[in-house]
């Protein structure tokens, strides 16, 4: 999965001028250490001024390429970070979307989106971080260097405080790690009750259960406001830790080199010198340790991205369909997880006919045109195109050849023209007739623009959309599904009418519970 994050010579070189770009830097800032330490040592510390300004202003000028090349170094962290993030979201997503539909049964979609977008985030960030742990590691290096020619003892001395900040920081770090992954699950948790209760809003009004979404939702965010004060703390904490030491330690090294090392010679400007690079030294030790607690609380993230990563996929191999001759159910069964057993009657369909499929609800109609399309996998019997077992079918294949609409299909945040197209390229006069054969005539004039949602649709004009879309494709086999029950007989009858005449040569199967559509199909055929 990670291998699609690395991939690509852009991805590459962002690297490869990462690592050089940090190396550059510890040298001028070591180049820098050493004019600075002859400002005070030749100048300041004697009170010379001749010919003082011009390498003040070379020392200056090389802070601050140090200051502009940590900034570029910043760039190319984001740059990456966010690379990674949409490589491993878009990977993720396309994993997800040809997962077997199962998969989905029991997980509600605002969950799923809030643990797929904070563990692509997180564990985008966590590759970014990598990145600035080899930055940090090799400035952290360049400093231990500078302190260790201002004097051995020093440095030593530097070096051996280092385990005070891990003992003072470990327990914290790792509470830290254990507050974002009980916060993560909080917030999806979070989505999950707000999104069910906007879905809701006429039931909620209706009802007057204001007080009972408002408290489920209250109850949820009293628990995030648990967790993010414990967070912050924590957090404080740590930075409280660090700038403590930033100010004591300088002092303390300071004091052990001046009673310890009986060979430091250095003036002013050396203790100058130590008193600046040694909490810069900590500085950069205590990013090193903010990368090693953002590590451990993206451990659970990686492991939901894997779990995303090794969904299992729909079966893409098998037999290529590319023409349709005859469908044929033979003892097909499906036993459901809640004891429900449907048994759908033997039936064929040929070339051009038009089958209704009539009974009531709950009996196995829609159940075999899911089996057909490949959302029910698990049933027993079989069912034959072209005399080919489905079982043998590509997926793919066979979903160019059958289209279907469903009885409800969801408004996306698109004008009525992206609803029906999905993308899909359609000259205008094309994309004119489908409009007039759904008859959403109406529709493209008033909203044609605008873009729609459930929330401004009727059930049949969600209907008609699903009628359109699946039209665009042009399959030779149109399964429709209960599409016309939000809609009244007559725009029943005019669609059906004009559907027919327009493709006499499709097969169409369509599941209706009004015994008025019969006359428009060659046959019935009776569920339940």
């Not at 940090?136 to 400093?143: A, D, Q, R, S, W």
């Not at 029910?376 to 005399?387: A, F, R």
């Not at 699903?466 to 007559?490: H, R, W, Y």
């Not at 369509?510 to 009776?526: A, P, Y």
């Amino acid at each position: 999965m990670f291998g699609i994050v690395f991939k690509g010579t852009k991805t590459r070189l962002t690297l490869v001028c990462f690592v050089a770009l940090s190396i550059v830097t510890g040298f001028i800032l070591m180049l820098a250490n050493d004019l600075l330490g002859q400002v005070f040592n030749d100048y300041i510390l004697v009170q010379n001024f001749q010919g003082f300004a011009l390498l003040l202003f070379a020392t200056i000028g090389l802070f601050v390429f140090v200051f502009v090349l940590n900034i570029f170094i910043a760039y190319l962290r984001a740059d990456f970070q966010y690379s990674s993030l949409s490589r491993l979201a878009g990977h993720c997503i396309t994993r997800l979307l040809r997962a077997k539909s199962s998969y989905f049964t029991n997980r509600p979609s605002a969950e799923l989106f809030t643990r797929l977008n904070e563990a692509s985030f997180s564990v985008s960030f966590l590759l970014a971080s990598l990145l600035s742990v080899v930055s940090y590691g090799i400035i952290c290096i360049f400093y231990a260097i500078i302190i260790f020619r201002i004097d051995l003892f020093a440095g030593i001395f530097t070096i051996l405080i280092t385990p005070v900040y891990f003992i003072a920081n470990g327990w914290a770090g790792d509470k830290l790690s254990e507050l974002m992954h009980e916060k993560m699950a909080a917030d999806g948790e979070m989505s999950a009750v707000t999104q069910e209760g906007f879905e809701n809003v006429n039931n909620v009004k209706t009802k007057g259960a204001y007080s009972f979404f408002c408290g489920r939702s209250l109850t949820v965010l009293n628990k995030i406001k648990g967790i993010s004060v414990h967070e912050s703390t924590l957090e404080g904490y740590i930075n409280g830790i660090t700038t403590l030491l930033r100010i004591i330690t300088p002092l303390l090294v300071i004091f052990a080199v001046m009673q310890f090392s009986s060979n430091f010679d250095g003036g002013a400007a050396e203790l100058i010198l130590l008193y600046i690079n040694i909490p810069l030294f900590l500085v950069t030790f205590a990013n090193l340790f903010a990368q090693y607690v953002e590590y451990k609380a993206a451990k659970p993230f990686i492991a939901q991205l894997k779990e995303y990563d090794d969904v299992e996929l729909e079966n893409e191999d098998g037999t290529e369909l590319t023409a349709f001759e005859s469908l044929r159910t033979d003892s097909v069964t499906v036993n459901f997880d809640d004891g429900r057993t449907i048994f759908v009657p033997d039936f064929e369909v040929k070339k051009s006919e038009k089958v209704m499929l009539f009974g009531e609800s709950g009996v196995g109609k829609s159940t075999v045109f899911n089996i057909i399309m490949g959302i029910i996998t698990d049933y027993k019997g079989d069912i034959y195109v072209n005399n080919i077992n489905l079982r043998e079918i590509k997926l793919v294949s066979l979903r160019k050849i059958f289209g279907i609409t469903f009885q409800h299909t969801n408004a996306l945040t698109l004008d009525l023209r992206g609803n029906i197209l999905l993308g899909t390229p359609l000259a205008d006069g094309k994309l004119e007739k489908l409009i007039q054969l759904t008859a959403l005539e109406n529709q493209s004039d008033v909203k044609g623009d605008a873009v729609l949602n459930n929330k401004v649709l009727s059930g049949g004009e969600k209907s008609r959309i699903g009628l359109s879309q699946t039209l665009v494709s042009n399959p030779k086999v149109i399964l429709l599904d209960e599409v016309f029950s939000s809609m009244d007989e007559a725009l029943e009858s005019k669609i059906l009418a004009d559907l027919f005449r327009e493709y006499p040569d499709r097969t169409v199967i369509c599941i209706s519970h009004r015994n008025s559509s019969r006359v428009f199909f060659d046959r019935v055929v009776g569920f339940g």
